[in-house]
């Protein structure tokens, strides 16, 4: 039966890394791959996530199973996080998830096979596997308007007439900041105006929040799910903890449901449940121990919150440094924009042509797109990917 099979295409961003490993070149530059990684081109385990672990080895007494949605203490701390008391408790339930991945896959389960959807609308570009997960949860998926024809930038009056389209009872996915790829963000009056659209067309907000404290810190990025909490009476949040926390491989996210009221949320919870336990049944325990440990400790959560500051600033400081680097080079491109762009990604404006040239000719890993993840950058190698740049363009 397996003899009939022909090989799947290959993960566009994750085969890019592939490629990157077997170039001998000694000079290359992967930024390609999205994560995080320092000046000397290391993805660092947080100092707050190696104590929260020493703490767990000296106390952890049993492996046994986790519930359906993971550990008890998860889901408030989380919330906290996410909201900061800006929804009632008794509205909101949250789901330990493998990753932030993890939860939009169980959100799409929910929607489609409990709450009775059969769309949802995806920002054009999006994260690449937004539209696999969603289909694979066997939801269709449209697209609706966010950049405009530079690339660069938004097209927010596009965005509302888009949103304006959109049948009532579909859900939208929105990015609550950093937006992937693009690094685009709406403002906050823009935000208002996003939720107003939602509320008004009926249509149910997805909102991905993979990325709190890229932007502009834990707090400012929490902005816009804190405006639909006061707006909308039902949406979802799919958050991640593995950027912020540095913890990728130990796959630990969150899905908080916000319905009405208590009984909604309650009857919501124990459907999302069911998603789960005909999955993964129960997630992993360590990455959310982890979490539940340096959040419910004052002095942890300072240093973690010292730590997300850090990554912001040296990545803020990186878009810096590539636009005084190109001016500096008197680059025929105005490259100012990535220095308004935030999180991780920005689009490049390269074509693909252009991104295949730095690949062939000088090593430098880049998503067809042309979008950049600025954290690969440091001083030893801006230089090298400026020069590069101009010969391109
Ligand atoms: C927009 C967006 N959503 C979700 C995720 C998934 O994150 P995780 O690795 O926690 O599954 C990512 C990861 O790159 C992302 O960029």
């Known amino acids: 039966m397996f003899g009939s099979l022909e090989m799947a295409p290959p993960d566009a961003i994750l085969g890019l890394n592939v490629a990157f490993r077997n170039d001998t070149n000694p000079n290359k ?72 991945t993890g939860a939009l896959r169980v959100a799409g389960d929910f929607l489609k096979h409990k709450v009775g959807a059969s769309r949802i609308w995806l920002s054009n570009p999006t994260w690449a596997n937004h539209n696999g997960v969603f289909s694979s949860a066997g939801l269709a998926v449209e697209a609706y308007t966010y950049l405009d024809n530079t690339g660069l930038a938004l097209d927010f009056q596009g965005m509302l007439d888009s949103i304006a389209q959109i049948p009532a009872g579909d859900v939208i996915c929105l990015h609550a900041c950093c937006h992937n790829p693009s690094g685009v963000d709406p403002s906050p009056e823009q935000w208002e105006q996003i939720a107003d659209a939602c509320k008004a067309g009926g249509v149910l907000p997805l909102i991905d929040f993979a990325y709190q404290g890229f932007a502009n810190g834990l707090q400012e990025d929490a902005a816009a799910i804190r405006l639909f909490a006061n707006k909308v009476d039902e949406f979802l949040v799919c958050s991640s903890f593995s950027k912020n926390f540095g913890l990728y491989c130990e796959r630990i996210g969150a899905l908080t449901i916000v319905a009405q009221d208590e009984s909604a949320a309650t009857a919501a919870l124990s459907h999302a449940k069911k998603a789960v336990r005909t999955n993964y049944s129960n997630p992993p325990k360590h990455g959310g121990a982890v979490v539940t440990t340096v959040l419910g400790c004052d002095d942890l959560f300072t240093q973690w919150d010292a730590e997300v500051a850090a990554m912001r600033d040296r990545i803020n400081g990186l878009r810096k440094l590539f636009v005084d680097t190109m001016a500096a080079k008197n680059s025929p491109v105005d490259f100012s ?57």
């Open 337 to 393: 924009f990535i220095q308004q762009q935030r999180g991780m990604f920005s689009y490049s404006g390269l074509n693909a042509m252009q991104v295949d040239q730095l690949k062939n000719d000088h090593s430098i890993y880049i998503v067809g797109s042309g979008r950049i993840n600025v954290a690969g950058l440091n001083s030893g190698n801006v230089e090298q990917l400026c020069d590069a740049i101009l010969q391109v363009l």
């Open 29 to 100: 530059i992967n930024l390609g791959v999205g994560v995080y990684k320092d000046e000397t081109g290391n993805t660092p385990v947080l100092a707050c996530v190696k104590k929260a672990e020493q703490l767990l080895l000296e106390q952890e007494n049993s492996k046994s199973y986790l519930g359906i949605d993971g550990l008890p203490e998860y889901g408030p701390l989380v919330r906290k996080v996410l909201f900061d008391g800006t929804v009632e408790e008794s509205r909101a339930v949250t789901l330990q998830t493998p990753g932030g």
